[in-house]
């Protein structure tokens, strides 16, 4: 019972981390946790990093799964890209928002769809097989934007993008949605289990009867939708769709939200929610490093240190060491509970 | 025919005939100023994607590198320019620097028993940050050892020019296929992107193996680092973005598996050429717009993954299905 409490206080480091880097904010800033209410909806540096923070969060959702199988997603990036070209251009071409919506929405599925088949049905290495998508889909963005950027006018775009539903922004709201959403049907079905199966070992779950390619497609689409949608939502906040520059390095943020979340990436043990919180710790810290007054260069310095520290703590190396250090007598003399 | 020896020959194959049309719609393209314009543009892409190659053999992956190059021009620009160093004193420090990053990053995926995936996308962020810190502006190299080494080259016949960092890659890659097929060391590498495991077992000092790995690739990033500088004459936080994904992807066009233990320096050389023919054929067809090369270069990567599984479900003992990422 005593090593129960002691691992479920290791599964929450992330609260601690979040609880610290808001902290040191709000000491570097004391009008941090600030909050107004005007023109009906709040405004507050918490507020922003919770709206900044919704795209790699809504990215690392679907992230989440595919790491989960033990795969990963190197073109969700890309894909943001894609949508928000798409959006934008059907927009200025006189197509109604939603159907525009719509359309990016598909089209970041059917991404995500081709993903899901390079790596199930060619049985391509995921980090390769959305490599492919990575380094093309830039290309495709342009081709579809024709080399510009094309700003937009459209207010549902828009809305999507800077909108606010209940006086929250509408990013977070979209982000909050899809992580209950997600959560819901990953723990209140069978799914996340599946998921957790086929990332453990793939074989031995389609021995065990899982039919483990749809539940991969299902996963690399889901991802692709994810994607999809905070490619709209940046797009609805510049208010253009940039080919070259919109998404860029997000996978990598969204990925690093993933391992902050705790999520092996070996496969076999995932949470979405902690995710969302790892996409928090990262954009608070980005706010941070820019109320500081510190130059923005900082930021990536930054964030490689709090990496080092995450794998530091979450290698065998230093369980071993914890545990030796602080394990309770009888454990250590084999004791199984 | 020596069987392992298909996908080398399957890329050099599909390079030759993409040549040859090339040539058939643009015969100017058949010429040794083009050929040393390939070799010129593309030495840096060359000498990261060596090492990256190395890394790849060994069953890891290194996302590092362009950082490694953009965080190697800045460091070299201000040491040239602010510090008033001799360019030699400055490339031996910056070759120095990213061999023991490289070391570090070795010894973090070793010792912690991270996927090098994560300790080198920590890389990444690290050097980027780290060039950004030194100097978040272009700054431009003026110097006569810049001058002398951007002005000398072998003219070879039919008005080609062979530069000196042309030169540098070619040693590169003599020297790493060597050091890859002929040493001790490179049967290491091999052995650990076969299996970890066994390789341990067999006595391959796996530690100090990956540790070199990434040293190497590092290293050699750097070098890229002062090429890069050499060619544009200008050291910048974000110069070479996205370059680890070109040398991935000539990597794998080259014909090296991406699950280790198998692959070729001389298949990344051509790799390397295969991306500069897309980028000089679309230069020459001039209606094309520079986005095509990125649809391209990711629709032949595309191709030879397929290449690749088609050619080894062919062979009798295809190596079997492994995990992304070792633990």
């Known amino acids: 019972m005593k090593r129960l409490n002691w691992k479920g206080a290791l599964l929450r480091p992330q609260f601690a981390a979040l609880a610290a880097v808001l902290f040191i904010n709000w000491l570097l800033f004391p009008g941090f946790f600030d909050i107004t209410w005007q023109d009906g909806r709040l405004f507050g540096s918490l507020i922003d990093v919770l709206n900044r923070g919704a795209p790699v969060a809504i990215l690392a959702i679907g992230m989440t799964a595919v790491i989960a199988t033990k795969g990963v997603d190197l073109s969700v990036g890309a894909v943001m890209a894609i949508a928000g070209a798409v959006a934008a251009v059907m927009v200025t071409n006189g197509t109604p928002a939603m159907v525009a919506v719509a359309a990016a929405l598909l089209v970041g599925l059917l991404c995500g769809l081709w993903n899901g088949v390079l790596v199930t049905f060619l049985d391509i290495q995921p980090i390769i097989a959305t490599l492919v998508l990575m380094v093309a889909g830039r290309g495709l963005a342009q081709l579809v934007t024709e080399g510009s950027i094309v700003t937009f006018s459209d207010p549902v775009l828009i809305f999507i993008g800077t909108g606010s539903l209940l006086g929250l922004p509408m990013p977070t709201v979209i982000a909050l949605c899809l992580m209950v959403i997600a959560t819901l049907v990953v723990r209140r079905t069978a799914l996340g289990l599946l998921i957790e199966a086929v990332g453990v070992n793939r074989s031995a779950a389609r021995f065990a009867g899982i039919s483990s390619r749809l539940l991969l497609l299902l996963v690399y689409t889901f991802a692709g939708f994810c994607a999809a949608t905070a490619g709209l939502i940046v797009a609805g906040d510049i208010r253009g769709a940039d080919a070259n520059n919109a998404g860029l390095w997000l996978e990598l943020d969204a990925i690093l939200a993933v391992v902050i979340g705790g999520t092996s990436l070996l496969g076999g043990r995932f949470s979405i929610p902690m995710a969302v919180v790892g996409a928090m710790i990262i954009q608070a810290m980005n706010t941070g490093i820019l109320i500081s007054g510190f130059s923005p260069q900082f930021n990536l310095v930054v964030k490689s240190g709090v990496i080092i520290l995450i794998l530091m703590l979450q290698s065998p190396m230093a369980s071993q060491w914890l545990s030796r250090r602080f394990a309770p007598a009888p454990l250590r003399k084999g004791k199984s509970t | ?247 991935i992807a000539a990597v794998v066009i080259g014909g090296t598996l991406l699950t280790g233990g198998y692959g070729f320096i001389a298949g990344t050389f051509i790799g390397v050429m295969l991306q500069g023919l897309v980028q000089t054929y679309i230069v020459f067809d001039g209606t094309l717009s520079s986005w095509w090369t990125k649809i391209v270069i990711g629709a032949l990567l595309f191709m030879f993954i397929l290449l690749q599984r088609l050619v080894f479900s062919a062979s009798a003992r295809a190596p079997g299905r492994k995990a992304l990422w070792k633990t």
């Open chain 2, 1 to 247: 025919m020596n069987r392992a020896m298909r996908p080398l020959l399957a890329t050099t194959a599909i390079f030759a005939l993409a040549y040859l049309a090339a040539i058939l719609q643009f015969p100017a393209m058949l010429s040794t100023r083009v050929l040393g314009n390939f070799l010129t543009d593309n030495a840096f892409l060359g000498i990261a994607a060596v090492g990256m190659t190395f890394v790849i053999i060994s069953g890891g992956i290194d996302l590092s590198v362009g950082a490694v190059i953009g965080f190697t021009t800045v460091l070299i620009a201000t040491l040239i320019m602010w510090a008033n160093m001799h360019p030699l004193l400055a490339f031996a420090i910056a070759l120095v620097v990213s061999a023991a990053f490289g070391a570090v990053m070795g010894a973090a995926i070793h010792y912690l028993k991270v996927p090098s995936f994560i300790v080198t996308l920590a890389g990444m962020f690290l050097a980027r940050g780290g060039a950004s810190v030194l100097s978040p502006d272009s700054i431009g190299i003026t110097h006569e050892v810049y001058t002398t080494i951007s002005k000398s080259y072998i003219l070879l016949p039919g008005g080609g020019r062979l530069t000196i960092i042309g030169l540098v890659m070619l040693a590169v890659f003599a020297v790493c296929m060597v050091l890859a097929h002929r040493t001790r060391f490179g049967s290491y590498v091999y052995a650990l992107g076969g299996n970890e495991t066994s390789a341990a077992l067999m006595g391959v000092p796996v530690a100090r193996t990956t540790i070199l790995i990434y040293t190497l690739s590092s290293t050699l990033a750097g070098l890229a680092g002062i090429v890069f500088s050499l060619y544009t004459s200008a050291g910048y936080s974000l110069s070479a973005l996205g370059v680890e994904l070109d040398a």
